[in-house]
């Protein structure tokens, strides 16, 4: 399993030249397995050569290999807005005092273990004939590469459900006894968590636009896959792919629009706590002004390209869908 190049120091991020050698060692042995696949694709995938087969095999090992190189780079030359990230988090803490800010990582462990399961799953069905050394490397090919997708889609998603629980943490603070000083400082807590927000989306964003990218080839390509073997055991190893990839992929989409929920709960309860206002004073005040008008948004992005939510996993189920029926057709005789 691969290792963040990042460590923290202190309240300062460095970085770790072991972890980024590490890293680097897992990609080249990662791209060496997957030379190795290509060579013998023809004893692998047995009697179906389609060259359809054969593209998307290529793109998908492509497509990762790509993700996993520049999650690796960028996020080394985007270290600063990481350090940025912490230091909005420690302002918060120091206007809003929050009890605790809670972190679940039950989901996550759980996707984990179902990578372990599945994973084990497929290698015994795909452990029966005379190629096993190399469908063993192909395993462990498969088991790393998820395993590190995943711990930077836990990574980034841990980072935002610390800005929700932020965000729910201010909603509950504020009441109708609470004092407009206190309601003061949680608005202008609230800035610093927006512009923590934009930091962790520069951080992460090429790495989320080459994920979902990379998750979208993956799945749709197991989707046609599936239904191009003839083999069961072939078609099983499919499906288990697009469980693990569907599965990260919720995950780190539930995590983005719980994000953004939250957000607007605290917005809502921002502007009721202002309209009952009877003294006037939070009305009257600029900064309560300036948090509606600016309207900065708690979203994130891939890179700017699309939004990371809920609509997200419609809008690819719907393009996968397209590319399927038109892959079919190309197949056909």
């Known amino acids: ?74 996020v080394i030359y985007k270290k600063s807005r990481l ?90 603070q504020i009441s109708d006894s609470i004092g407009c000083q206190r309601m003061k400082n949680c608005m202008k807590a609230a800035e610093h968590l927006v512009i923590a927000s934009e930091s962790l989306n520069s951080a992460f964003g090429p790495q989320m636009l080459s994920i979902v990218s990379s998750f979208f080839l993956l799945l749709t390509g197991n989707l046609y896959l599936a239904m191009a073997f003839d083999e069961i055991e072939y078609r099983i190893m499919c499906l288990i792919g697009v469980i693990i990839h569907f599965t990260m992929l919720f995950h780190l989409t539930s995590s983005c629009s719980n994000n953004m929920d939250s957000a607007s709960r605290f917005n809502s309860t921002v502007y009721r706590r202002i309209v009952n206002d009877r003294t006037g004073s939070l009305s009257q005040e600029l900064r309560s002004c300036l948090h509606f008008v600016s309207n900065r948004s708690a979203e ?23 590319y399927l029926v038109i892959l079919i057709q190309l197949g056909s005789p």
Not at 47 to 67: A, D, G
Not at 83 to 102: A, C
Request: net charge negative; aromatic share 10%.
């Open 1 to 74: 399993m691969g290792s963040f190049p990042l460590v923290l120091i202190g309240d300062q991020v460095e970085v770790s030249i072991s972890h980024v050698v590490y890293d680097g060692f897992l990609i080249v042995v990662i791209l060496a397995v997957d030379l190795l696949y290509i060579q013998g694709q023809s004893s692998i995938i047995g009697k179906n050569e389609s060259p359809i087969v054969r593209t998307i095999s290529l793109i998908q090992l492509v497509s990762t290999n790509l993700t996993l190189f520049i999650s690796l780079v960028w």
């Open 83 to 172: 350090q940025e990230y912490l230091d909005e988090m420690s302002k918060f803490e120091m206007l809003v005092h929050p009890k605790s800010l809670r972190l679940s990582s039950r989901l996550l462990l759980a996707i984990f273990g179902s990578l372990i399961v599945l994973g084990g799953l497929n290698f015994l069905l795909d452990s029966t004939d005379g190629e096993l050394p190399l469908k063993i490397f192909l395993y462990l090919r498969v088991y790393f590469t998820a395993a590190m997708l995943l711990m930077l889609i836990g990574l980034f998603t841990g980072m935002i459900k610390i800005i929700s629980s932020a965000y729910d943490e201010m909603t509950s």
């Open 300 to 322: 994130f992005t891939a890179f700017g390209f699309f939004t990371i939510d809920h609509s997200l996993l419609g809008s690819m189920i719907a393009a996968a869908a397209s």
